[in-house]
């Protein structure tokens, strides 16, 4: 079950974790994404910002050196107090410059002003080559390649275009920019007259000031100067402030814009309830297909356990029985014990089913199966095979436990059955067979048919009991199959006959005829009827049989008219419900009359004291038959019977008459019977007659009837015929 469960939902688990997880890279990467896009897009902007304020100072400083009159005064002859004014007050008041130097033709500076505080030429001498040097070098050159104006243009224009250039550099742990500009002439009307034209330096600090006007321009936050290259720091916005070779000498930073992570914080409450959303949805959908699997999972399990399982017992079927009994036969080599299959059927199943119907039936069974399973240990299996029949697959047993295991089955089987319609007594035989390894070979298939072979053997002799297998049973199983298809047979085309064996009165007069079944086999010969009668019981044919019987018992009577015509009737035959309804509709057929018949019933018959026996037995009587309890005093309890129900004859068995003369006491028993028959006004017949002696002892207790060798073995209709054509008298041979 968990197999299939973790098969189901283990994907669906991954697979909702999978995009739930890919969702968050994604939404990361993104926002990531945008905050590279936007901080890229806002250092842009910051840089153009930079050169739009350097252009802004450079224009600045432009308006006052791209002018006629600075050329008059700064290159004609230098004029102090003008430098001072127009150049040092004005341009420190336009743009705050910190430094302001104004170099002569010939690269002196006559004006040096820091912080409007004259400067010494001794700093100028020190610092202006790196602080001034390289843009001135290149303001020289872009000099000395731009050709000068001659005069004022016709068209009044501009005769110059600016020509300055601007840097970062540093100077005592500040950086500045620092923009060189040339002296030149705006319209012409004064020239600059010597080699070189003056030069205005002026140096701008990147103060906190200069950052504060530059940030609230662009709405930097955070904007502070570092020295140096701090570009490559992480989490900052820079921008790297160049010297003219191009190298880094100080870093504006700000803290950068991360629109990315600003939506992922305002989406990431939505996301969460959306995700929070989808995982409840994936477990509920999780728990259902994991309700469906277990659903399927049992079904499955039922299909399986139904498909292998006995529905009325719930016992392993024929199928789990089959497959049982093949791996104990192919597991045989590796055990050191043999094995066994124990073929079990109940003895008198049939008998219950057809007297008290299917659903008792039934009820045997299951109570039957419940002992049997009781009976069996672990490692053993009791199967319900179908109908009656059980078996049992045990593996390492001798043939001792094997024999003590048919003899506990057997025991469990003998015992009363509690049924809703009363207790029964059904009991079972169980045929056992017994493989070692050295049997190795005998397949499941052999194992089993000898276990059922030794089942009909115990049977045979007598159920109630066991067998174990034997090979001659072999022969004996495969003669008894043969007989039983010769007696089919034999039924159809009236090779069973009936002879009847005459009964007499005290005085010789031929009173009835008991009708016995002759079966002469056309190979083996007369075959005894105390042979086949149990065989027809055994596989079905003794209604066929008992049919045959009395339609011919009863088409003879109507001969004899001053006879009455005994038939035998099996107690098989008696438990079935339309017993009387046969004997009735056999009386139609054969046009006998009921008055003329005598049904031989033994106590078996009787067993069981039901409802529908004596329904039948009252049935039976009302038609007007009359009964006889044969074999009396052979079983347990002859005389409650015939206190219950309405018997009109006892046939004393020939166990009593065989000893008389010879054993006392057998004298005894049998006028003790007799004056019981008196008391219960019922007839009384002794039966295996051979002797005079036998004869004159019956005469003296006063045993009115007998039937025997003395007067007449059976013999065929016919001499019967005779006998009743010539007075129906028998003439007792005299002893010698
Ligand atoms: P049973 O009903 O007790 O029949 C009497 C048996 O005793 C018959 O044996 C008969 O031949 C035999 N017998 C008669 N007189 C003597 C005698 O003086 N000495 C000895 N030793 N035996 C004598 P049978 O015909 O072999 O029948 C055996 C049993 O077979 C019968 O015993 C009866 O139970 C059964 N049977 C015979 N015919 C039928 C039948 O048509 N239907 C049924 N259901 N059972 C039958
Ligand atoms: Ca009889
Ligand atoms: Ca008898």
């Not at 104004?102 to 001498?125: I, K, M, T």
């Not at 950086?175 to 002296?183: E, F």
Request: net charge neutral; hydrophobic share 45%.
């Amino acid at each position: 079950m968990k197999r299939i469960e973790t098969r189901l939902s283990a994907p669906l688990a991954g697979m909702a974790m999978l995009t739930v997880g890919l969702l968050v890279v994604v939404l990361f990467m993104s926002a990531a994404r945008v905050d590279r896009d936007a901080l890229e897009h806002e250092q842009a902007l910051v840089a153009r910002g930079m050169q739009a304020k350097v252009v802004d100072i450079e224009r600045t400083i432009w308006s006052e050196v791209g002018w006629d009159e600075a050329v008059e005064h700064l290159d004609h002859r230098y004029d102090p107090s003008w430098a001072r004014e127009n150049i040092g007050a004005y341009l420190v008041g336009q743009a705050g410059f910190d430094q302001i130097v104004v170099l002569d033709h010939a690269g002196r500076p006559v004006f040096n002003e820091r912080l409007g505080q004259p400067v010494s030429s001794a700093w100028y001498d020190r610092h202006a080559p790196t602080f001034f040097g390289p843009i001135l070098d290149r303001l020289r050159q872009r000099e000395a390649t731009t050709p000068r104006p001659t005069g004022p243009r016709p068209d009044g224009d501009m005769v110059s275009r600016p020509i300055q250039v601007s840097a970062v550099e540093r100077l005592d742990g500040d950086a500045y920019l620092v923009t060189a500009s040339l002296v030149q002439s705006d319209f012409g009307k004064a020239l600059i007259r010597h080699a070189r034209a003056p030069v205005v330096l002026t140096a701008l600090k990147l103060d906190a000031a200069f950052l504060d006007g530059f940030a609230s321009r662009f709405l930097l936050p955070g904007v502070h100067l570092h020295s140096g290259d701090a570009t490559a720091q992480a989490d900052d916005a820079h921008l790297g402030l160049r010297n003219l070779n191009g190298q880094i000498v100080a870093t504006l930073d700000w803290q950068p814009p991360h629109p990315g992570q600003r939506l992922l914080r305002k989406a990431i409450l939505p996301i969460l309830l959306v995700v929070g959303g989808l995982g409840v949805a994936v477990i509920v959908f999780a728990r259902r297909s994991r309700k469906i699997a277990e659903g399927l999972i049992a079904s499955e399990a039922r299909a399986k356990h139904m498909a292998v399982h006995d529905a009325l017992t719930g016992l392993p079927n024929r199928v789990l029985f089959e497959e049982r009994l093949r791996q104990a036969v192919d597991g045989l080599s590796r055990r050191r014990q043999a094995m066994a299959v124990l073929a079990i059927d109940l003895d008198r199943f049939k008998a219950v089913n057809d007297t008290h119907g299917h659903a008792a039936g039934d009820e045997l069974i299951q109570a039957m199966a419940k002992r049997l399973q009781t009976l069996c240990r672990a490692g053993e299996t009791v199967a319900r095979l179908g109908g009656d029949e059980f078996a049992v697959v045990a593996v390492d047993l001798e043939p001792k436990g094997a024999a003590a295991l048919a003899e506990r089955l057997v025991q469990a089987m003998s015992a009363p059955v509690e049924l809703s319609c009363g207790a029964v007594f059904v009991g079972g035989s169980v045929g056992v067979a017994l493989i070692d390894r050295a049997e190795g070979h005998v397949g499941a298939v052999e194992a089993a048919r000898r276990a059922d072979v030794a089942m009909y053997r115990a049977k045979e002799e007598g159920r109630g009991r066991y067998c174990f297998f034997e090979a001659e049973m072999d022969a004996a199983l495969k003669a008894r199959r043969g007989l039983e298809a010769d007696l089919r047979a034999a039924l159809g085309d009236g090779g069973v006959w009936l002879a009847y064996q005459p009964q007499v009165d005290a005085n010789g007069r031929v009173v009835g005829v008991e009708a016995l079944a002759r079966w002469t086999h056309p190979v083996k010969g007369p075959i005894s009827p105390s042979a086949f009668v149990p065989l027809a019981e055994d596989c079905g044919l003794i209604d066929e049989l008992g049919r045959m019987v009395m339609r011919r018992a009863f088409t003879d009577s109507r001969r004899w008219k001053g006879l009455k015509v005994a038939v035998n009737v099996s107690a098989l035959q008696m438990k079935q419900a339309d017993f009387p309804d046969q004997v009735a509709a056999l009386l139609v057929e054969t046009g006998a009359r009921a008055k003329g018949i005598e049904l031989e019933i033994t106590e078996g018959a009787l067993l069981g004291d039901d409802e529908t026996t004596h329904r039948a037995i009252a049935r039976l009587r009302a038609m007007g038959f009359s009964l006889a309890l044969d074999d009396f005093g052979t079983g347990y309890s002859s005389l409650s019977y015939l206190r219950r129900y309405p018997i009109d004859k006892i046939k004393i068995d020939r166990s009593f008459i065989t000893p008389l003369g010879e054993d006392e006491e057998a004298g005894a028993v049998v006028a003790a019977i007799v004056r019981l028959a008196k008391a219960l006004s019922l007839s009384v017949i002794a039966e295996g007659v051979e002797t005079n002696q036998q004869h004159r002892q019956l005469r003296e207790i006063g045993c009115g009837q007998a039937q025997g060798f003395l007067f007449s073995p059976p013999t065929p209709a016919d001499r019967i015929d005779a006998l009743v054509a010539g007075g129906g008298r028998i003439r007792v041979p005299v002893e010698a």
